[in-house]
């Protein structure tokens, strides 16, 4: 259903257009094996190649990801809830047991801002301890 939305909403974008998805769950598989990406994402991301500039914002994995691929960014923000450890150094995905004054410099946000023309958007992440 989700996919059927996304592909009846890009038809009429021109080639040009800039593109920007906002998503729980990672489009591009980062560590299948905790289910951090999926078909259906992989999916998603054939629909969107046709355009010039793409970038794509999740979560889910708690971490900070970055990708281009081609036409294509990819950003993974910090989480604000809880820390997880990176792929396959745990045996399963979940929250991190931290120190209490290590907490806030695993955790974090991230801002998005859009300057006008050509220029791509400019994403700053932040922990919480700074």
Same mark, same amino acid.
């Given at each position: 259903? =989700? %996919?059927?939305? %996304? /592909? @009846? ?5 021109? +080639?040009?257009?800039?593109? *920007? *998805?906002f998503a ?8 299948? /094996? ?11 991301? /054939? ?9 794509? %914002? +999740? ?10 691929e081609g +036409? ?11 820390? =997880?450890? @990176?792929?396959?150094? @745990? ?10 004054d290590q ?8 801002? *998005? ?5 050509? &220029? ?5 992440? &932040?922990? %919480?301890?700074?």
């Open positions: 259903e =989700q %996919l059927a939305w %996304l /592909e @009846a909403d890009l038809k009429d974008k021109s +080639n040009s257009t800039p593109i *920007v *998805v729980h769950i990672p489009l591009q598989i980062i560590y299948k /094996e905790w289910g951090w990406g999926t078909d259906d994402g992989t999916r998603a991301l /054939e629909l969107l190649k046709r355009f010039g500039s793409v970038t794509i %914002l +999740n979560g889910h994995i708690h971490q900070l990801a970055q990708k281009v +036409n294509m960014s990819f950003h993974t923000a910090l989480s604000t809830a809880f820390p =997880q450890p @990176a792929p396959g150094t @745990a045996p399963s995905p979940g929250p991190m047991l931290v120190p209490a907490l806030r410099s695993k955790l974090g946000l991230a801002t *998005v801002t859009v300057v006008q023309g050509n &220029k791509p958007l400019a994403i700053v992440d &932040k922990t %919480l301890a700074g």
